[in-house]
């Protein structure tokens, strides 16, 4: 295994504490996500998101269609997640329970509304 480093962050203690109870619901912790984070950075030599100012009034569904394919943004994270995973496990994944992972962040997701 590679050698490690630590990483100090200074966070809000209720947005540290927010995310600490949705990656355990995920089954994740803050480390797993800043690795996964880190190494799709790499991957994509890129930010895996596109930072963005939320509109007050949001945006029309007709554009949301044009530049969101929701369907297409699952397969793409999906692709992502098992490339990552298959990285660190040097095997194959089954499609299932990444697919039942990111279900369930889909679904947490639209839960808090992000």
Do not use: C, W
């Amino acid at each position: 295994m590679a050698q490690t480093t630590t990483i100090n962050v200074r966070v809000d203690e209720e947005v540290k504490r927010d995310v600490e109870l949705l990656l355990d619901k995920l089954g994740m912790n803050i480390s797993t996500v800043v690795n996964m984070l880190f190494r799709q950075m790499l991957i994509d030599e890129a930010l895996p998101f596109q930072p963005k100012i939320k509109h007050k009034n949001p945006p029309s569904n007709e554009y949301l269609e044009t530049h969101h394919n929701e369907e297409e943004l699952l397969q793409r994270q999906k692709a992502a997640v098992k490339k990552f995973i298959e990285s660190i496990n040097a095997e194959p994944l089954l499609d299932d329970p990444l697919d039942e992972i990111l279900n369930q962040r889909v679904n947490i997701t639209r839960e808090l509304d992000l």
